[in-house]
C-alpha cells in the first residue's frame, strides 16, 4: 500500500487549475509545481530557456518538450517530492506524459490520479479575457467575478492591473486550439490507465474543492482495501 499521492492536474486554460492547486497542496502536504509559472518566471529573468520560450508562449503555443520534460523530470525526483507532488501545466502533450512515466518508473513509483477539470470553450473565452494580474505582485482579479475596487489598479498595494499577453483574444483562442489538438488526448490516455477523474470547472471554486477532497479521500480508501 502506498500513500504517496502523485498528481496531475488537467483541464483547458481558465479551468481553475491553478485554484484549485493552491488549496490542494495545503490539504495534502505536497509540493506543486505549475510550468507556466516556471516559463513565466524563466522569462521574467531572461535566462536561456525565458529567451527560448518566450515567443511560443506569446503567441498560444507550447513550448516544445524538450525545454519542459528535464524541468519536471528533476522536480519529480527531488526529495521533496518523494512523498508526492502536484503538477498542475504538465504534462501537455503525450510525450511529456510518457516522460513522466518512465520518470516515475525509474523511481519505482507511478502516478496516482490524473484530475480533469472540464470547462466549454465559451466558458474559458469569458473567463481568460476577464483576467487581470498586478504588475508587482501577482495578485489576480476577474472583471466579472472579481473586480478590483479602482479599474485597473490593484487593491492590495496599489500597483498597475494589466492583462497578460497569452490573455488577449486572438491568443486565447489559439491556446484552446491547441489544447483540443494536443493536450486533450491526454484524457483518454489518463482514463485508459483508469486513472482519471473528471470534475466539473463551471462550479464555484470551492465546490470543485470539495468535490475533488471527496474524491482523493475515496482514492485514498481505495488503496488501503
Ligand atoms: P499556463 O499558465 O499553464 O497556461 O502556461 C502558459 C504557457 O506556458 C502555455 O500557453 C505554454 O506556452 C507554456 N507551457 C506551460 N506548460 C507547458 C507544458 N507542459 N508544455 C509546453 N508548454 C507549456
Redesign the pocket.
Known amino acids: 500500500m502506498s500513500q504517496e499521492l502523485n498528481l496531475i492536474l488537467l483541464g483547458p486554460?481558465?479551468a481553475g487549475?491553478?485554484t484549485q492547486a493552491a488549496r490542494l497542496v495545503q490539504d495534502f502536504n505536497i509540493p506543486w509545481a505549475?510550468?507556466?509559472?516556471?516559463?513565466?518566471t524563466a522569462v521574467a529573468e531572461g535566462s536561456e530557456l525565458g529567451i527560448k520560450?518566450k515567443g511560443?508562449?506569446?503567441?498560444?503555443?507550447?513550448?516544445?518538450?524538450e525545454?519542459?520534460v528535464d524541468l519536471?523530470v528533476e522536480r519529480v525526483r527531488n526529495a521533496d517530492s518523494a512523498d508526492g507532488f502536484l503538477l498542475?501545466?504538465?504534462?501537455?502533450?503525450i510525450p511529456?506524459a510518457d516522460a513522466l512515466a518512465e520518470a516515475l518508473q525509474g523511481l519505482s513509483r507511478t502516478v496516482t490520479a490524473a484530475l480533469l477539470i472540464e470547462l466549454d470553450d465559451e466558458e474559458v473565452i469569458r473567463r481568460l479575457s476577464g483576467r487581470r494580474v498586478c504588475t508587482a505582485s501577482g495578485h489576480g482579479y476577474h472583471l466579472d467575478f472579481d473586480p478590483p475596487k479602482h479599474e485597473g489598479i490593484c487593491d492590495q498595494d496599489g500597483s498597475r492591473l494589466i492583462q497578460?499577453d497569452?490573455d488577449k483574444p486572438d491568443?486565447i483562442k489559439n491556446?484552446l486550439e491547441?489544447y483540443h489538438a494536443q493536450t486533450k488526448p491526454l484524457v483518454e490516455y489518463y482514463e485508459n490507465l483508469g486513472l482519471l477523474r473528471r470534475f466539473d470547472g463551471s462550479r464555484g471554486q470551492t465546490e470543485v474543492h470539495d468535490h475533488i477532497r471527496a474524491a482523493m479521500a475515496t482514492l485514498r480508501l481505495e488503496e488501503t482495501v
Open positions: 486554460p481558465g487549475k491553478g505549475s510550468t507556466g509559472d516556471m516559463l513565466r520560450a511560443f508562449m506569446d503567441s498560444g503555443a507550447l513550448v516544445p518538450d525545454l519542459i519536471i498542475d501545466g504538465y504534462p501537455r502533450t511529456q497578460r497569452d491568443v491556446r491547441v
